[in-house]
C-alpha cells in the first residue's frame, strides 16, 4: 500500500507563508500546528490566500476557479478506470462499483456469443472525465450506463458532461435486487440487434 | 502533562497573540473581553502561537480562533470538540484550546460532551455563554432563560435552559470555572488555570450579546451581580459542594473554579503513549497496516 503525502511547505515556503497560495496547480502546501511561521486560519467561509474570511466577490471567483483547477489534474488519471473487452465494439457498457462485477460477467456472455462488446468501469467518479468517456465512446453506437440507482443519477451525470450516443441508455433499477448476468446480457442483445436492424435499415455493412 | 510550563516557555506579550485581523464583533460585546483574557492567559502561559492549536465551531464566539496567531480552524457547528480531541491525539506536544457558544456546545454539539469529558484529552474548552444564538440574529439556545423574547419567540420561551456548570460536573470533568468580562483579571485567571490544568477543563465565560442578548444580562448586571467562589471560601476540592453553587446557574453568577479535581485521571493522550510504548516491538510500518487485518498465515 502506498500512502500519499499531502504537499507540504518546503524551508523558504514558510517565510511569509499563505496557505491557499494561488499555485499553477491549484494545490497549494499546507502547513500543520507546530510549524514555526506556518499559522494559518482554517475556515469555511470564503477568505484570502492567507485564510483571512472575506466577502469579496473578486477573491471568491479566485478561490473557486483554484478549487475546482485541482480536479483537472485528476481528470488526466487514465488508471482510475478500467475498460475491459473489444477496443472498438459498437455496442458499449458502463458500469461501477458492486454491478461492475456483474457487468463483466455479462460481457464474457455476450461476447462468447459473437458479440463485439466493451465494458469501461469508473473508480473515478467526479470530476467526470470527459476525455476518457469521449475517448472509449468514439466507437460505440448502442450501449448501456448501468446502476443500481433508481433515478440513473450516473448516467445522468454523464449526460450534463459528455456528448453520450444517441444509442446509449440507463439500465438502473433501485437497490432491493441485484442485477443479474443474464439480465445485463439479454439488453446487451436486444441494443445490438436494434443496431443490426438500424445498419440494414441504412444498408451499413454489419460487423 | 503536555501544558503546564513548557521547556521553553518565556514571559510573553498578550500583543503577541494578538492577529491583524479585525473582530467582526459588535462595539460591547462580551467577547472583546473574552479575548483579552485569551490572549492575557496565553502570555503567562508563554507557548509560541505556532505551537497552539484553536479549534472553534460556529457562530460569534468561534470567530475567535481567527483574532489570534495560533493555528486556528473555524470548523462545522458543534464539532469543535471532537477535532481538537483528534488534533490533540495526533499531536500531544501542541496546546490545544477550544471555543464556542452555548449554541454550538450544548445544543448542536451537546453529545460530543460527555464522550470528550470522559476521554479526558487534555484540552481547554471554553464556551462564550450568550444565553441566545447572536450570528443568526437572536434566537432562543439551550441557556436561554424561561420567558425570554425573540424575534422568531415573540412569546417568550416555555422551556427550562440547560445548566452548561451542572453537566459538566455531572459528566465527570475535572475541571469547572465560570467566568465574566466584567472580571476580566478573574477570567483571564481561570482560563490559565484550566489551560494548566492536565485533562479536560471547561470554563463557561458569560459574554452577554450586546445585540440581541437579554437587556437585564449586560455586562453592567454581571458587575453588580457576580460573586467569588474563593471569597465565598468554596474549596474547589469538593465536587458535591461545586455542583450545589452550580444548580444556582441562571440565579446566581459565581466566577471562579468550582471544581479542580485534586488527583487528575490519566489523560486520553497520556494514556495512548503508554500503549504505543508498550505495543511498539510489534508496530509495523503504517505501509503494512492491512496486515493487521489478514487472517494468520494469509500472504
Known sequence: MEIEERRRPGEGELQDYARFAITASGISPISQPGMRGGNYLASGIEHNERGAPTASGVMHSRMTQKRLHKFDTLKRRRDLFRVFGDESAPVGLVSWGSCAGVCREALARARANGLKAKLLVPYLLYPVAEEVYEDFFASVRVGLIVEQSHQGQLYRMLRMFVELPRGVRSFAKNGANPFLPTEVAGHLQEAAETLQRERGDRHEPQE | ?299
Open chain 2, 1 to 299: 502533562m503536555t501544558t503546564t510550563l513548557h521547556p521553553v516557555a518565556r514571559l510573553m506579550e498578550p500583543k503577541e497573540f494578538r492577529s491583524d485581523l479585525k473582530p467582526i464583533w459588535c462595539p460591547g460585546c462580551g467577547d472583546f473581553g473574552v479575548l483579552q483574557a485569551v490572549y492575557r492567559a496565553l502570555a503567562n502561559i508563554g507557548r509560541p502561537p505556532h505551537e497552539i492549536a484553536f479549534m472553534s465551531g460556529i457562530g460569534c464566539s468561534s470567530r475567535i480562533p481567527g483574532y489570534t496567531t495560533a493555528y486556528g480552524f473555524n470548523s462545522v457547528h458543534g464539532r469543535a470538540l471532537p477535532i481538537a480531541q483528534g488534533i490533540k491525539i495526533a499531536n500531544p506536544e501542541l496546546l490545544v484550546l477550544v471555543a464556542g457558544g452555548d449554541g454550538d456546545g450544548f445544543s448542536i454539539g451537546g453529545g460530543h460532551l460527555p464522550h470528550a469529558v470522559r476521554r479526558n484529552v487534555d484540552l481547554t474548552y471554553v464556551v462564550m455563554d450568550n444565553q441566545i444564538y447572536g450570528l443568526t440574529k437572536g434566537q432562543l439556545s439551550p441557556t436561554s432563560r424561561r420567558g425570554l423574547q425573540t424575534a422568531t419567540s415573540i412569546y417568550g420561551s416555555l422551556e427550562q435552559p440547560v445548566n452548561p456548570l451542572l453537566y459538566m460536573l455531572a459528566y465527570g470533568a475535572g475541571f469547572v470555572a465560570q467566568g465574566t468580562p466584567a472580571d476580566m483579571p478573574g477570567l483571564a485567571s481561570v482560563i490559565e488555570e484550566a489551560i494548566r490544568f492536565p485533562g479536560f477543563a471547561f470554563v463557561n465565560a458569560q459574554s452577554p450579546c450586546v445585540t440581541f442578548g437579554d437587556p437585564e444580562q449586560q455586562l453592567r448586571a454581571h458587575k453588580a451581580n457576580m460573586r467569588s467562589l474563593a471569597t465565598l471560601g468554596h474549596d474547589p476540592a469538593d465536587r458535591l459542594k461545586a455542583m450545589a453553587l452550580a444548580a444556582e446557574y441562571g440565579q446566581e453568577l459565581y466566577t471562579g473554579v468550582f471544581y479542580r479535581n485534586p488527583e487528575p485521571a490519566p489523560t486520553y493522550d497520556a494514556q495512548i503513549a503508554q500503549r504505543k510504548a508498550a505495543l511498539r516491538a510489534q508496530a509495523l510500518p503504517r505501509e503494512r497496516i492491512l496486515d493487521l487485518f489478514r487472517k494468520t498465515g494469509a500472504k
